[in-house]
């Protein structure tokens, strides 16, 4: 079973850069497609981004295009994702989740990801 553990978390000013990293054990992740997440208080959880079983293939959400990039090293067992020009709205608890696909190239933030992190705060204040 596959078990995810977030961190890099914190307080940074708008503007500023973040990098999360979303560490994977109990289980070789490069069988997993692997997405971030994010919620803020009140409001629904949100798909931020995911990256392929390979690393190869990523996709992000409308709000984070441009800014954010994630990144895998199937080395190490952990996926990163960098977090740069952050703005108030990007405050949320982020989670990193993953899901095992026979699909070497694909991934997809409507997928039904079954495998979560506790989270990690990010709130982004002056």
């Known amino acids: 079973q596959l078990q995810l553990v977030e961190s890099g978390g914190g307080l940074v000013q708008p503007g500023g850069s973040l990098r999360l990293s979303c560490a994977a054990s109990?289980?070789?992740?490069?069988?997993?497609?692997i997405a971030w997440f994010r919620q803020a208080p009140g409001k629904e959880r949100e798909g931020v981004s995911c990256?392929?079983?390979?690393?190869?293939?990523?996709n992000y959400a409308d709000s984070v295009k441009g800014r954010f990039t994630i990144s895998r090293d199937n080395g190490k067992n952990t996926v990163y994702l960098q977090m740069s020009s952050l703005r108030s709205e990007d405050t949320a608890v982020y989670y990193c989740?993953?899901?095992?696909?026979?699909?070497?190239?694909?991934?997809?933030?409507?997928?039904?990801?079954?495998?979560w992190g506790q989270g990690t705060q990010v709130t982004v204040s002056s």
């Open positions: 990256i392929t079983r390979d690393g190869g293939g990523t």
């Open positions: 989740a993953g899901v095992r696909t026979t699909l070497f190239r694909a991934c997809a933030l409507s997928w039904q990801y079954n495998y």
């Open positions: 109990g289980f070789t992740s490069d069988y997993y497609a």
